[in-house]
């Protein structure tokens, strides 16, 4: 089984910045693919960014040039550096990884609101 643990969510000005942070513990092969989604109010979750084992990232266009993903591989940790925020970024956001032979794994969401 595997644990993925958020934090870092909050309360930030618009243009201010958060770094959201996501650890997998338990017992678990490897992970590939790990990435941060989000879900505002009355909508559906959508995709903000995926970062692979080797470095390879994605991103939304909504949040390219603001947002950076990275992750450590010896702490089986991924990182959300957001910057330039505003007030459509408001959302749950949520830590998915792509377990080898377990399949999608997500936390239990942060929330981050910008508002000022």
């Known amino acids: 089984q595997v644990q993925l643990v958020e934090s870092g969510g909050g309360l930030v000005q618009p243009g201010g910045s958060l770094r959201l942070s996501c650890a997998a513990s338990?017992?678990?092969?490897?992970?590939?693919?790990m990435g941060w989604y989000r879900q505002p109010p009355g909508k559906q979750r959508e995709l903000v960014a995926t970062i692979t084992s080797s470095g390879g990232t994605n991103y939304a266009d909504s949040v390219k040039g603001r947002f950076t993903i990275s992750r450590d591989n010896a702490k089986n940790t991924v990182y959300l550096q957001m910057n330039g925020l505003e007030p459509e970024d408001t959302a749950v956001y949520y830590c998915?990884?792509?377990?080898?032979?377990?399949?999608?794994?997500w936390g239990q969401g942060t929330q981050v609101t910008v508002s000022s």
């Open positions: 998915n990884a792509e377990v080898r032979f377990l399949g999608d794994c």
């Open positions: 338990g017992r678990f092969f490897s992970i590939n693919v």
